[in-house]
C-alpha cells in the first residue's frame, strides 16, 4: 500500500500472517516520522536513530526493529534486533523501491511479516492514509 501525508510518502507490505497492511507497524511509521520531521530543526543532516519495539497493536505481539532518519524510514516487523541491517535494507529496496537490484535469500536470513518505508513528501497532494485503530506502543 502506498499512501502520504503532508510531509512524507508511505510504502508497506502487506503482512504475511493478516495478507493487510499492518496498521501497527504503519501507525509506529507515522510517529517516526513525526518524531523525525520535528527534530529536523534541532538535529544535523546526518541525524539517525533506530532500535526496535513491541508492536502492541498486532493480534501477534511482533517485534520490529526500525531505523529513521531525515531522508528514510525503514521499520521491519517480525524480526528481532540481531537481525541484519544491510540485509534488510537490500529486501526492502527489492521489494519496495522502484530502482531496485535483484536478490537472492541467503539461508538464515530473517523474513519480515511487513514492512514500511517512509520518504519526505516531494510537495505532491496528499492522498488518502489507512484507517489506524488506537495502537498503544
Avoid at 510504502?11 to 500472517?17: G, K, L, N, Q, V
Avoid at 517485534?63 to 541491517?85: M, P, W
Wanted: net charge positive; glycine share 4%; proline share 7%.
Amino acid at each position: 500500500m502506498i499512501w502520504a501525508n503532508k510531509t512524507h510518502k508511505y510504502s508497506a507490505t502487506i503482512c504475511r500472517h493478516t495478507g493487510k497492511t499492518c496498521p501497527a507497524a504503519a501507525h509506529m511509521a507515522r510517529k517516526l516520522a513525526d518524531a523525525v520531521k520535528q527534530a529536523e530543526p534541532l538535529t544535523a543532516d546526518d541525524f539517525e536513530i533506530s532500535g526496535t519495539a513491541q508492536l502492541s497493536g498486532c493480534p501477534r505481539r511482533c517485534s520490529a526493529k526500525y531505523t529513521a532518519s531525515h531522508s528514510r524510514i525503514r521499520l521491519f516487523a517480525g524480526v528481532d534486533d540481531t537481525a541484519d541491517d544491510t540485509t534488510l535494507n537490500r529486501l526492502a529496496d527489492a521489494l519496495l523501491t522502484a530502482d531496485s537490484q535483484p536478490l537472492s535469500r541467503t539461508a538464515g536470513t530473517p523474513v519480515p511479516c511487513a514492512m514500511v518505508d517512509v520518504r519526505p513528501a516531494t510537495g505532491k497532494t496528499p492522498t488518502a492514509q489507512p484507517a489506524s485503530p488506537r495502537v498503544s506502543l
